[in-house]
């Protein structure tokens, strides 16, 4: 039989597709050879570490399809729980069982394979709507875009920071004399420099900006915070924060903060190993300190719990009453950014933050409107994610909105460098299967981050391995790779544009810059040297985004056909009966592509970047898309 047995990704055997509210009946199918003739078919149902649940699934006795006969089983399932769900089927007689688990991302198989996954996350849960449909850009503030303000007006800053001259220098990689790498150097970017360049921003359709860390620390990357209630001097003040917000939303733009909670710098107010604070304050250096219950001491005050042993980065108790208080309190830190301006918060390694603190994180954020995002730093599938032995509820409606979405980014990259289809089609159907629909919607989609590799260098350099930063620092593109490396980008952001959720631009990679990992990821925007082609490619695909946000705002996604050369997929919103479909040549030679045999039945369609195309069939040069919107 050519049919599956099942196929989870399919409506046909599941309906509604994916992660589902709570309450939601589902309807399951089993398709089977005619001969198949079970006395019971069973769906087995359990969320782990509770009892399962049976549904038993009618025999419909036999059906056609296509031509081709078979034996169906349905039934209906209704949840009554949120969380992680898990299930598998069985077939029995008196005298025989057959088991049918999953083989792959999807399919059923017999008797052998894994479980699979159903997502139950709480009734008339609800994401931002102002994310949907629109584009974010991530900065990283010291290397974006300085202002140079009047002198007289400039802040004192810490004598123990290097300050670069040169804009286009390579960041300091090398340890000093004592073998430590200090990132005490700075190139001085600013918010009144992000403030200069919102027109820029806008003309990349930017509807949002994620801020890198900007409050006061003493390392470059500002992760190791030393005060959450102060902008760092290099970067300004909070007057300039809260201009920079309204300017920003007055031209369609809003900022998200970064947010490090699960671990302050030892160089802060609130740990004060350095004494920059004071002799006698924080935590290290006063065991009366107010501070003090936030940290772990294993041996006061010399030896400490640190995020993953670099000490410069001291682990706090996010469950102490007085952290939770400072950080998720009324008027707490999260609180006054907001009221300052920020639409919400991306929170750092939220492996690391517990349940309980998540609970109270959203609880403030939320008070201050349910438009206010909270996005997570989440490597893997965030939707049966594990950290320290505990199953984490992220997606569930009562933590993060949704997360950041590493694994699109290894599928896209993956795929335009590799040419695979099938682990890129199983990837992205996986996350978007597994994950609530408000989260896929506003998911950040990006193929660089400030943690990664440059999306151009991934692609077309050469191949990191286990080498060092001093092999990072001496590889660069050769204008062969340059060219070829372009040509692969725009390919991957196709996909970043046009695949569900929120694309994310990682400031620089529209302009061709290029690194390996940090700090090489990190170098300064190169204002002035641009590559201009790119950026234009940019601008258009934010252009024909906007097109057809009618389709993608909050379309589902279905793959139409994809090779090792090309990929055609339709983003569909059938509640406003708008479809996009994205076809996208990545291989060396040009392409024909028959619209009636990628369109289906369709009464009225329009080409959207070409319109002499418009003829019953596309031609696509190589390295290049296009996209049709079908009414």
Known sequence: MSLPVYDSFDSYYKSPFGAVERHTEIRFRITVPVDFNFAECVLVMFRPGFKERFTVLANEGIQEKDGEKYRLY???YTPEHTGLHQYYFFLANEDQRRYIKRMGAS????????????TVYEEGMTTPEWLKGGIMYQIFPDRFAMYDANPDDAPEMPSDRQYHTN?????????????????????????????????????????????????ESHENHRYSTACYERIDPVMGTEKDFRELCKNARDMGIRIILDGVFSHTGADSVYFNKNGRYGEHSGAFRDPESPYRDWYSFIKYPALYESWWGFTNLPNVNENNPSYTR????????????IDAGAAGWRLDVADELPDEFLDNLRIAVKQKGEDKVIYGEVWEDASNKESYGVRRRYLNGKQLDSVMNYPFKECILNYIKYADPKPFVDGIMTITEHYPKPCVDILMNFISTHDTERAITRLAGKDIGFNDRSWQAANCLSSQEYTYGTALLKCAMVLQFFLPGVPCIYYGDEA???GYKDPFNRR??????????????????????????????KGGIRFIDVTGDYCIFRREDKERGEAAVVYLNKSHKSRTFMLHETLGECKHYQVVRDHSRDSGK??????????????
């Open 74 to 76: 349905q039934g209906v």
């Open 107 to 118: 399919l059923g198989g017999f008797d052998s394979g894994e479980l699979f996954q159903l």
């Open 167 to 215: 804009w286009s220098d390579m960041p300091v990689w090398q340890p000093n004399s004592q073998g430590v790498v200090t990132n005490s150097d700075y190139f001085g970017g600013n918010l009144k420099g992000i403030q200069s360049k919102l027109p820029y921003l806008k003309s990349l359709g930017v509807t949002c900006i994620y801020l890198n860390p900007i409050f």
């Open 326 to 337: 400072y950080i998720c309190g009324e008027n707490g830190i999260l609180q006054k950014w």
């Open 512 to 514: 061709g810059q290029e």
């Open 524 to 553: 300064t925007y190169p204002w002035g040297r641009e590559d201009k082609n790119l950026i234009r490619f940019t601008c258009e695909l934010g252009q024909i985004r906007q097109k057809c946000i009618g389709a993608l705002a």
């Open 618 to 631: 596309l031609q696509i040069a190589p390295f290049d898309y296009e996209v049709v919107l079908v009414k």
